[in-house]
Each structure stands twice: as C-alpha cells, then as structure tokens.
C-alpha cells in the first residue's frame, strides 16, 4: 500500500523517487536501532526537511508499510490458500522465512534488544509484535475445532520456537549452515512437528485429527 504515487510520478521523478528512498531508508535504520520512527524521526535522520517528508508520508502508518510492508499483513497465504494443512503451513513458514532472511539485520538488532530491554521498551519494539503466531494459527485453522485451543497452542508455539531469527542465528552462527540449508531445515522442522501432533492424535476419515495431546499453558511469546 502506497499513498505517495501520485507526488512522486510528476515532475522530477528520479530525484523524488531518491528523496523516497532516503526516508524509508533512514526508517528503517531508526527501526533496526529499536525505535518506531515517526515521519519527522526519518526526515531528521536523512536530512529532509519534515514538510517535504510529509509529502512523501502524510502519516507514520504509511512510512512504516512503505519501510516493512510485512506490519501491515494479517496472513501469508494469499488469494486463493490450499485446504491442505500441510500445504498451507509450507507456504507461510517459507514466506516467513523468506522475510526474515531479507530482513536479517534488522531482525538480528530486535532480537538483541528484546534480550537486553526492560519492559515495557521491549513489548515496544515494531519487529517483536506477535504476527508470526497469527500467521502461522492462520495456516493451521483446518484444524480448528478438532484440536483443543490448548493442543493448538501447543503445536504453533513448537513450530514458532523451531524457525525464524532466533533458529537462523543459531544454524549459521553456530551450526556453520548457509541460509538456504538453514531455511530448509526449519520447513522440515515445522512440517514434522505437525506430522508429530497429527500422529499423537486419532486420524478421522477425512483427514483432521481428535485432540489427545497433553494440556500446556505456555507464556505468550513475544513474536
């Protein structure tokens, strides 16, 4: 989503299209340093005066889309998503993954501070804000309703805790992986946990599963 074409497709628009591209820039270096940046924070940060970024970004909802477009979405399986569970839960972990690669360093820095950070600064952080578990209730939702929420609970807090930066920081830091070893190990990852539900569960004719897994009442994750 982008409320600022219509400015930047007039006049000059390769300097505009610069100017653009310094504000989302300067926003995303205030974001990965752990701050939410208003319009002004970005222009003060790449040396634009604040009436010219508020040309560009009339408000701080479409600076933050424009620098991580990923805030904004509510689920990573498209127009027209697969019934299979497993199916499903592929293509969000792999678009997961995905971004998490593009978005390394910056996700590397908000894991850093979400470690080093006292509450509340830590639940502040714009890149530890808990869509990774809507996504991923998202992908799993065939299974709605023949799991109890807390075998739910359970298997997406499993697969949450096995991809994303705190499980791509440890294969290719300390395991040595390249990032698309480490990307396919955590889709094998996410797809045997749900394999090891499925099979802790009694299959039905049509493919879902009756609930038998254990009760846990897990802390909320923070991502």
């Excluded at 908000?110 to 869509?131: F, H, K, T, V, Y």
């Excluded at 254990?214 to 991502?223: I, L, T, Y």
Aim: with cysteine.
């Amino acid at each position: 989503m982008d409320m600022s074409i219509p400015y930047e497709s007039t006049g000059r628009t390769a300097q505009k299209l610069r100017t653009r591209k310094a504000l989302i820039e300067a926003a995303r270096a205030l974001i990965a340093s752990g701050v939410t940046p208003t319009v002004e924070d970005a222009a003060a940060e790449a040396s634009i005066s604040r009436t010219t970024a508020y040309r560009y970004f009339p408000n701080q909802r479409d600076l933050l889309i424009a620098a991580y477009p990923e805030i904004q979405i509510g689920s990573l399986l498209g127009d027209h998503p697969p019934d299979d569970v497993a199916a499903r839960l592929a293509l969000v972990v792999g678009e997961y993954l995905r971004m998490t690669i593009d978005n390394e360093a910056a996700l590397r820095t908000a894991l850093r501070l979400s470690l080093e950070l006292e509450e509340p600064d830590r639940e502040n952080l714009l890149l530890r804000q808990g869509r990774v578990i809507t996504w991923l209730r998202d992908a799993l939702e065939p299974l709605s309703g023949q799991l109890s929420e807390q075998a739910m609970t359970r298997l997406v807090y499993a697969i949450r805790s096995s991809v994303g930066i705190e499980a791509l920081v440890w294969l290719c830091d300390v395991a040595g992986l390249s990032r698309d070893e480490a990307k396919e190990l955590m889709m094998w990852s996410a797809q045997s946990l749900l394999r090891s539900m499925l099979t802790e569960t009694s299959l039905n004719q049509t493919g879902l599963v009756s609930e038998k897994a254990e009760q846990v009442h897990p802390a909320k994750p923070s991502d």
